[in-house]
């Protein structure tokens, strides 16, 4: 049974489809073997610190809506708060968490004291992490919600901002490496401008280019073995963030040489803002090599910005989860829940039902993804309509073998006149709708 904050709640087991109990999992069975492996080795479910930990419910128009014990400034707080966290990830049966510096110790008067504050946390988690088996995701350090970070981190005007994030990180750094960490992540948060009348938008880049160069160099020298990630992010704080999307971290990469250094951490609700679908973002970055985890969440449809809600989309999650199986699935990285209750969601119930629900959703949208991929429900539609490129004529033309007068003389002599073919999206949503 739950103890302290969880008093009374059992730990939450695999009770099958017919199962009534909203705290039992319906669909996500741990052990069950999908593509030859553990469902829970293939989802690698991830709990996040901030959205459960630290919001207080609070809005642009409101102030906190969640009495939680462990709210407050000191040692004794953050310890209490990872007490709370490890006891969730226990009743939930997590095999991971992630947190940011800011969200697991209170903020010091220097940059020194913070740092000790967070090496003192890292020796609680670490106890509680060989006492509960459950691991480290990724670790990230927050560079957005203090007043110095208010014109960016790396993209700051001020070098000295500069060289704080960069003590900052390096220490996020060194923890997320002592804890086993199987990733470091890089959030943008205001890594961006407002306006072009005090920006240089020229430098800004190259100080971004140089930030991330250093923490890749550091990375070598630590040994540390995990993916450095970056996750695109647009609009949101900024007017303008320079990871705006996959592709454009993809160019920003490629011009630093960072693109086999350096994957993306993905999340739903910033594929949605950035004018993309999530299945797109995914595809993206795996046809581009640089795909390495997720932020599962979604947005609300009548919003305009980042709701961070629980998944609860079947065939929108499945359809991700083919793009992530058809790459080969995760490697280092996994499915990290990068969402928070609802303010009117008071409960300790309301934190365990909402992971609950939300991993149902993902176990559910994933199976039906295996099955399509073991059947080549698309993939096969897909060799079809692409199959004219394996005529050696056409494997010729990509090859460099003809040049643009050559393919132009073969079209007039052969009198090639191509026939329009059906791309078939409706018989293909069919196909899909048959699986989730």
Same mark, same amino acid.
């Given at each position: 049974?739950?103890?302290?904050?969880?008093?009374?709640?059992?730990?939450?087991?695999?009770?099958?489809?017919?199962?009534?109990?909203?705290?039992?999992?319906?669909?996500?069975?741990?052990?069950?073997?999908?593509?030859?492996?553990?469902?829970?080795?293939?989802?690698?479910?991830?709990?996040?610190?901030?959205?459960?930990?630290?919001?207080?419910?609070?809005?642009?128009?409101?102030?906190?809506?969640?009495?939680?014990?462990?709210?407050?400034?000191?040692?004794?707080?953050?310890?209490?708060?990872a007490d709370v966290a490890f006891e969730m990830f226990e009743l939930l049966g997590v095999p991971f968490?992630?947190?940011?510096?800011?969200?697991?110790?209170?903020?010091?008067?220097?940059?020194?004291?913070?740092?000790?504050?967070?090496?003192?946390?890292?020796?609680?988690?670490?106890?509680?992490?060989?006492?509960?088996?459950?691991?480290?995701?990724?670790?990230?350090?927050?560079l957005f919600s203090h007043r110095r970070f208010m014109a960016g981190a790396a993209t700051n005007p001020?070098?000295?901002?500069?060289?704080?994030?960069?003590?900052?990180?390096?220490?996020?750094?060194?923890?997320?490496?002592?804890?086993?960490?199987?990733?470091?992540?890089?959030?943008?948060?205001?890594?961006?401008?407002?306006?072009?009348?005090?920006?240089?938008?020229?430098?800004?880049?190259?100080?971004?280019?140089?930030?991330?160069?250093?923490?890749?160099?550091?990375?070598?020298r630590i040994g540390f073995k995990g993916a450095i990630l970056v996750e695109p992010k647009p609009q949101?704080?900024?007017?303008?963030?320079?990871?705006?999307?996959?592709?454009?971290?993809?160019?920003?990469?490629?011009?630093?040489?960072?693109?086999?250094?350096?994957?993306?951490?993905?999340?739903?609700?910033? *594929?949605? @803002?950035?004018?993309? $679908?999530?299945?797109? !973002?995914?595809? %993206? =970055? #795996?046809?581009? &090599?640089?795909?390495?985890?997720?932020?599962?969440?979604?947005?609300?449809?009548?919003?305009?910005?980042?709701?961070?809600?629980?998944?609860?989309?079947?065939?929108?999650?499945?359809?991700?989860?083919?793009?992530?199986?058809?790459?080969?699935?995760?490697?280092?990285?996994?499915?990290?829940?990068? *969402?928070? @209750?609802?303010?009117? $969601?008071?409960?300790? !119930?309301?934190? %365990? =039902? #909402?992971?609950? &629900?939300?991993?149902?959703?993902?176990?559910?949208?994933?199976?039906?993804?295996?099955?399509?991929?073991?059947?080549?429900?698309?993939?096969?539609?897909?060799?079809?309509?692409?199959?004219?490129?394996?005529?050696?004529?056409?494997?010729?033309?990509?090859?460099?073998?003809?040049?643009?007068?050559?393919?132009?003389?073969?079209?007039?002599?052969?009198?090639? !006149?191509?026939?329009?073919?059906?791309?078939?999206?409706?018989?293909?949503?069919?196909?899909?709708?048959?699986?989730?």
């Open positions: 049974m739950g103890k302290g904050f969880f008093t009374d709640l059992a730990p939450v087991r695999y009770e099958g489809p017919e199962s009534l109990n909203p705290l039992a999992y319906r669909h996500y069975n741990p052990d069950e073997m999908v593509l030859g492996r553990r469902l829970e080795d293939h989802l690698r479910f991830a709990v996040c610190y901030w959205h459960n930990l630290v919001w207080t419910g609070s809005d642009p128009f409101g102030g906190y809506t969640f009495e939680r014990p462990w709210f407050g400034d000191t040692m004794d707080h953050a310890k209490r708060k968490f992630t947190f940011h510096d800011f969200d697991v110790r209170p903020e010091g008067a220097t940059l020194a004291e913070s740092i000790s504050r967070l090496e003192e946390i890292a020796d609680y988690f670490a106890a509680k992490m060989e006492k509960t088996g459950v691991k480290l995701l990724w670790g990230t350090a927050n001020d070098p000295d901002v500069f060289a704080y994030a960069a003590g900052l990180v390096k220490a996020c750094m060194d923890v997320t490496h002592r804890l086993g960490g199987e990733n470091y992540v890089l959030w943008g948060g205001r890594e961006g401008y407002e306006t072009l009348l005090n920006t240089d938008m020229g430098r800004e880049l190259d100080q971004l280019g140089r930030f991330l160069s250093l923490v890749v160099d550091y990375k070598h949101e704080p900024t007017k303008h963030q320079y990871d705006f999307d996959v592709a454009t971290v993809y160019g920003f990469l490629k011009r630093y040489g960072l693109e086999n250094e350096v994957k993306v951490n993905i999340e739903q609700g910033h *594929a949605i @803002l950035a004018g993309h $679908s999530f299945e797109h !973002e995914l595809a %993206l =970055a #795996a046809a581009l &090599g640089i795909f390495g985890s997720i932020d599962m969440n979604r947005n609300d449809q009548q919003s305009g910005w980042d709701t961070d809600q629980f998944p609860n989309n079947v065939p929108e999650v499945a359809l991700a989860y083919y793009q992530i199986v058809k790459a080969g699935g995760f490697t280092s990285g996994g499915t990290n829940f990068d *969402a928070k @209750l609802r303010r009117q $969601s008071l409960d300790p !119930e309301d934190l %365990l =039902a #909402a992971h609950v &629900g939300a991993m149902d959703v993902c176990a559910r949208g994933f199976k039906a993804a295996a099955r399509m991929l073991e059947d080549k429900a698309l993939s096969r539609p897909l060799g079809e309509r692409y199959a004219g490129w394996e005529s050696a004529e056409a494997k010729a033309m990509l090859s460099g073998e003809r040049t643009l007068e050559e393919i132009a003389e073969r079209v007039m002599r052969e009198d090639i !006149e191509p026939l329009p073919r059906s791309g078939r999206q409706e018989i293909l949503e069919n196909i899909v709708n048959r699986y989730v």
